[in-house]
């Protein structure tokens, strides 16, 4: 089984959806460690009582090079081949995101590349969108900008504020981000998948504009 580390920096809650889909037999990943950049991040109570490796080491007052090799560090030991970014509100700095370079999958809270950075669901709503969604993809240097691997579409209610719809997307995050990764790190014995993944998102672009 391929082995994952989750990066998380608060409430956890997709970390969660890892760890049940890990307990299926099917389940081609390991959760070899949940870190975090907040020794007071609830998800990592959460994964210590599911008898998961934690470490923590917090930012403050430290360089971001400097935090980004403690980290590193932590997920070598742990044995981890990839990295899972689960709501780790850090900017990683291009040293660290090089060394796990096609290894490294983030979760972003609308339909990339629409709305990148903060704020996703009011910038959905004021824009009169009628859906929303997630999108994962593959962690390059520039913020939200790596090459899309899933995205769900969320519809978007007429009477949905952010908080309604984000509570919604984050239910069709649970499912898409585990099945994702999933397919990933078995993209040696499917590796058509990655390419229409891509491909389809390359499709989809161009039809929207
Ligand atoms: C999720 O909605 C995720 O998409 C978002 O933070 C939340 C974390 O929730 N990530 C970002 O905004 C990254 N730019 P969780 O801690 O319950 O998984």
């Known amino acids: 089984k391929a082995k994952i580390a989750i990066l998380i920096s608060g409430r956890g809650s997709n970390m969660a959806a890892f760890v049940y889909a890990a307990k299926s037999p099917n389940c081609p990943y390991d959760i070899v460690l949940v870190a ?6 609830p998800g990592l109570r959460l994964a210590e009582a599911e008898s998961i490796a934690t470490f923590a ?8 090079e400097d935090h980004d090799d403690i980290m590193h560090d932590a997920i070598l030991r742990s044995g981890a081949e990839y990295v899972v970014l689960a709501g780790y509100m850090r900017i990683l700095s291009d040293g660290f995101v ?3 370079s096609d290894r490294m999958l983030n979760i972003h809270p609308s339909l990339l590349p629409k709305y990148k950075g903060l ?4 910038r959905a709503i ?11 993809h593959l962690v390059t240097p520039e913020l939200d900008d790596g090459p899309v691997l899933a995205q769900t579409e969320v519809a978007i209610l007429p009477d949905d504020d952010a908080d309604s719809l984000a509570s919604r997307t984050l239910i069709a995050e649970h ?35």
């Open 98 to 100: 090089k060394k796990w």
């Open 126 to 136: 004021d824009a009169r969108d009628n859906v929303a969604g997630c999108s994962v």
């Open 36 to 41: 975090s950049n907040d020794p007071e991040a």
């Open 175 to 209: 499912q898409l981000y585990p099945a994702t990764v999933a397919h990933y790190v078995t993209r040696e014995s499917n590796p058509d998948w990655i390419l229409q993944q891509i491909r389809d998102r390359a499709l989809a672009l161009e039809e929207s504009s």
């Open 119 to 122: 704020d996703t669901y009011q």
């Open 57 to 64: 080491h917090p930012h403050k007052g430290m360089a971001r």
